[in-house]
């Protein structure tokens, strides 16, 4: 079965530095990969996601993150964040067609991301 | 207006009371899913259906149920709430049709039960 560990439960950076959060996957062939944003009091929104091709993949706001299938991960990263960037994401792992989770997503238990001024 | 409603977007409610949350849909996606986020445990899925007729259930599915009514219409009831059901409830879509078929979802704004 699919799974994915999100290490980090809680990050705290100041506005202005980079930022990454990991993400660690379980898979037994190349999963398709996402990342998804939730501010307080809203829904998920989609930053990126990967399913072939270039493994480093690029987002809304200014996102990006890198497969790299020997780390079986794929971590999330932001070279300057804003204070508006304050929120909790979470990364999901899914199964391609033909594989017995096809159409299920399974996702981390979130980093809250907090910024200070 | 949003492309997944979900109503109600608050409920408090009573232990052993029944519950339905509603989901409907414009985006004209086959498949649609309920999801449940705790804090610490991400979102864990509940039920999905990949069509009308295809009810199945996902890793937490005890003590809920399901309706499909139609292509857009996904409804989670609560026979009888138990406190722990207490949580954040995201419906969500995604579209099987196409060359790239990755199972991205899209989301409802969520509806928050509490169960006293």
């Known amino acids: 079965a699919q799974s994915v560990t999100q290490p980090d439960i809680h990050i705290t950076v100041s506005e202005g530095a980079s930022l990454e959060l990991r993400c660690n996957y379980s898979y037994g062939a190349t999963p398709y990969l996402f990342w998804y944003v939730q501010s307080p009091g809203q829904g998920l929104q989609l930053l990126l996601k990967?399913?072939?091709?270039?493994?480093l993949v690029q987002g809304i706001k200014g996102f990006e993150a890198e497969f790299k299938r020997s780390q079986s991960s794929f971590n999330l990263r932001k070279p300057s964040v804003h204070w508006s960037d304050a929120a909790e994401y979470f990364c999901a792992v899914g199964a391609r067609a033909g594989g017995t989770s096809y159409g299920k997503l399974t996702f981390g238990q979130g980093t809250i991301l907090t910024v200070h001024p | 207006d949003a492309d997944v409603t979900q109503t109600p977007r608050n409920r408090i409610t009573k232990t052993g009371k029944r519950i339905m949350l509603e989901c409907s849909q414009t985006k004209g996606h086959d498949r649609m899913y309920w999801y449940r986020q705790d804090p610490g445990l991400g979102l864990r899925l509940i039920y999905y259906?990949?069509?009308?007729?295809?009810?199945n259930k996902g890793e937490i599915s005890d003590g809920y149920s399901v309706s499909r009514q139609a292509q857009a219409k996904f409804s989670l009831s609560l026979e009888s709430a138990i406190p722990n059901q207490t949580a954040l409830y995201f419906c969500?879509?995604?579209?099987?049709?196409?060359?790239?078929?990755?199972?991205?979802?899209?989301f409802g704004e969520g509806s928050r039960l509490t169960v006293l």
């Open positions: 259906s990949f069509d009308v007729k295809d009810i």
């Open positions: 969500a879509t995604s579209d099987a049709r196409g060359d790239v078929r990755t199972g991205e979802l899209f």
């Open positions: 990967y399913f072939s091709g270039d493994t």
